[in-house]
C-alpha cells in the first residue's frame, strides 16, 4: 500500500479518534484554560499528529501513548472534582493583587505582573481608575476579575426596591429569512402569528434577517435592508399609557363634582387603578 493512502488512513482514524476524546474530556473555553489543561490538549494532539504522520513507528504504542494521556486527563479531572487539594494542586490558586483598595506588589511579583499589566488588566474590566478598585485577584487561569468599590458599582433595582419583571432567553423565530418552528413553539406561537406581525410592520420574510420574541411576547425585527425603518412593537407601553389615562380622568371626575357620593366613587377607583398601577409598572415599563 502506497504511503500517502497510509497516511489518509491513519489521519482519518486519529481525527475522529480526536473527536471523542475532546467530546469527553469536556467543553473548555480556550481564554479561560487551565496551564496543565493546555498541555495537556497539546500533548494529545502532538501524539496524533505523530501518529498520523508515521513518525511513531508501531501505531500500536502510539496508540498506548494517546490513551495513556486521556485516561490521566480524565482521571485527574475526577481527583480534582472530589479534592480541593489535588484541584489546587494541579490547577493552582487564585492570586490577590489588590486587596482594600491596595496593591498586593509581592502577589504582583509571585505572578510576574508588572504595575503597567495590573493597570491594562483593570482597564479590560472597565476601571480606569485605581481608587475605584476595591479587590483584585488573578484566577488559576490567569484572568483577572475586579471588585469595585460600593460607592463605585453599578446601581441595581435592589438597591432602588424596585421589583422588576422576570425576563427570559428570547427566541430566534427568524434567521437569515427561515422560519424556526421550535423557536416559535417554545414561545406557544404559530407560523400565522409571525406573518401577521411581519404583515403589520410592512416587512415580507424574505428581507428578514433576524426576528426575535421575548418573553413578554414583544418581536423585535432586524432586516437586510437597513434603510428600511421599523417601529418596534411598543404594546405594554401604549397599555400601561392607557390605563394611567383612565386613572388621570378618574381622579379628574372626583375633583370637578359637587356630589360627595360621586366624587368617593371616583376617587376610590382612582386610588385602585392607582395600586394596579403600581403592581404592573415592572411588567410594562422595563
Not at 49 to 55: F, R
Amino acid at each position: 500500500m502506497q504511503n500517502w493512502i497510509i497516511v489518509v488512513f491513519r489521519t482519518m482514524i486519529l481525527f475522529f479518534l480526536n473527536l471523542v476524546i475532546v467530546r469527553i474530556i469536556g467543553k473548555v473555553n480556550l481564554a479561560k484554560m487551565t496551564p496543565f489543561k493546555f498541555v495537556t490538549y497539546m500533548i494529545i494532539a502532538i501524539i496524533s499528529a505523530a501518529i498520523s504522520l508515521g513518525l511513531i513507528g508501531n501505531i500500536v504504542f502510539g496508540i498506548l501513548a494517546l490513551a495513556v494521556w486521556f485516561l490521566l486527563s480524565l482521571a485527574i479531572d475526577y481527583l480534582s472534582i472530589k479534592s480541593k487539594f489535588i484541584h489546587d494542586f494541579i490547577n493552582g490558586r487564585e492570586t490577590i493583587l489588590m486587596k482594600d483598595g491596595k496593591v498586593m506588589e509581592d502577589n504582583l511579583m509571585g505572578v510576574r505582573y508588572t504595575g503597567e499589566e495590573l493597570l491594562r488588566e483593570l482597564r479590560s474590566k472597565n476601571a480606569f481608575n485605581l481608587a475605584d478598585v476595591e479587590f483584585a485577584v488573578m484566577e488559576s487561569t490567569g484572568e483577572v476579575n475586579v471588585l469595585l468599590k460600593s460607592e463605585k458599582q453599578p446601581i441595581t433595582s435592589h438597591d432602588l426596591q424596585r421589583k422588576v419583571a422576570p425576563a427570559d432567553e428570547p427566541e430566534t423565530v427568524v434567521l437569515d429569512g427561515n422560519i424556526l418552528d421550535e423557536s416559535l413553539k417554545n414561545r406557544g406561537l404559530t407560523r400565522e402569528w409571525l406573518k401577521a406581525q411581519l404583515s403589520n410592520f410592512g416587512v415580507s420574510l424574505d428581507n428578514v434577517f433576524i426576528a426575535q420574541v421575548d418573553s413578554s411576547g414583544d418581536i423585535f425585527i432586524d432586516t437586510f435592508d437597513d434603510s428600511i425603518q421599523i417601529q418596534q412593537s411598543q404594546v405594554k407601553e401604549l397599555l400601561y399609557a392607557s390605563i394611567s389615562k383612565v386613572q388621570a380622568d378618574l381622579f379628574t371626575f372626583s375633583l370637578e363634582t359637587n356630589n360627595p357620593q360621586i366624587k368617593k366613587m371616583y376617587s376610590h377607583n382612582a386610588d385602585k387603578i392607582k395600586k394596579m398601577m403600581d403592581e404592573l409598572e415592572p411588567y410594562l415599563l422595563r
